[in-house]
């Protein structure tokens, strides 16, 4: 039986944390900022969870974390 791979986007996109929870960048802030608010753009600072419904997906995209 061959070995399960990661994929390598989501190897990139996502860290899993001790607890098991995974956490994800904020999206929306790569381009395009000069329209966006400095409140809007302060909001999208730092890493968020992972929702509880797309929890399966992800974990099917790292099967080995």
Same mark, same amino acid.
């Given at each position: 039986? *061959? $070995?399960? $791979?990661? $994929? /390598?986007?989501?190897?990139?996109?996502? #860290?899993?944390? *001790?607890?098991?929870?995974?956490?994800?960048?904020?999206?929306?802030?790569?381009?395009?900022?000069?329209? $966006?608010?400095?409140?809007?753009?302060?909001?999208?600072?730092? /890493?968020?969870?992972?929702?509880?419904?797309?929890?399966?997906?992800? #974990?099917?995209?790292? *099967?080995?974390?």
């Amino acid at each position: 039986m *061959p $070995k399960m $791979k990661t $994929k /390598s986007g989501a190897k990139k996109r996502f #860290r899993v944390r *001790p607890g098991g929870t995974v956490k994800r960048g904020q999206a929306f802030k790569r381009h395009i900022l000069t329209k $966006k608010t400095t409140k809007t753009k302060r909001n999208l600072r730092g /890493s968020v969870g992972v929702h509880e419904t797309n929890m399966v997906s992800v #974990r099917a995209m790292l *099967p080995n974390s």
